[in-house]
């Protein structure tokens, strides 16, 4: 999975990146509302883990500026403030759960794996981009209306672009959906 962390904290950023990279996650820390935002413009991530208390653009705004955009990644707000006002606030703005910190890793992870999984079941009925339909339950193409043959990676790089649709999607994010590490090519100097 690859996982966004909004923390300006060190500490606390550097210990979920080594959890999460541990657990076998891509992780990028950004430690700013505006960085953040930013990323998610050329960049899309499986879920977001979002502090609230940020320098200049704080976590509430980054989320609303997310959900105005379009973006449905879901969201984990990670943050002390833990009055019931505030936690109904973040969920109200768009967050898909709300964990108070302190919080236990093992939790975490498992609120990590509801949020997506919520995510997924939501897809239901086919995938329609422009005049492209994307039958998931079939793994059938058409094209106006024209079927469209794909192999199983074929059919899976264009199911993950077409749900990324209108937002840049990095060659390393399409590298690690393959599965596949880039190899760097050595130049022969004879």
Do not use: W
Request: glycine letters at 8%; one cysteine or more; charged letters at 35%.
């Amino acid at each position: 999975m690859r996982v966004l962390v909004v923390e300006d904290e060190h500490k606390v950023a550097n210990a979920l990146r080594e959890g999460l990279e541990g657990e076998g996650d891509e992780v990028v820390v950004e430690r700013t509302g505006e960085d953040a935002l930013t990323r998610l413009t050329r960049d899309t991530f499986d879920v977001i883990l979002l502090d609230l208390t940020l320098p200049g653009c704080d976590g509430l705004q980054v989320l609303s500026a997310c959900r105005e955009q379009g973006v449905e990644t879901p969201v984990v707000v990670l943050s002390a403030r833990d009055a019931l006002e505030d936690r109904v606030i973040g969920l109200d703005t768009g967050a898909d759960d709300y964990l108070v910190k302190p919080f236990a890793f093992a939790e975490l992870l498992a609120r990590i794996r509801a949020v997506v999984r919520r995510g997924r079941v939501t897809e239901t009925g086919p995938l329609v981009v422009d005049s492209l339909e994307i039958d998931r339950a079939r793994r059938q193409v058409t094209r106006a209306g024209r079927p469209v043959e794909l192999t199983a990676k074929e059919f899976d790089f264009l199911h993950y672009l077409a749900r990324q649709a209108r937002q840049v999607v990095s060659r390393d994010t399409l590298v690690g959906k393959s599965g596949v590490r880039r190899r760097t090519a050595r130049r022969s100097t004879t």
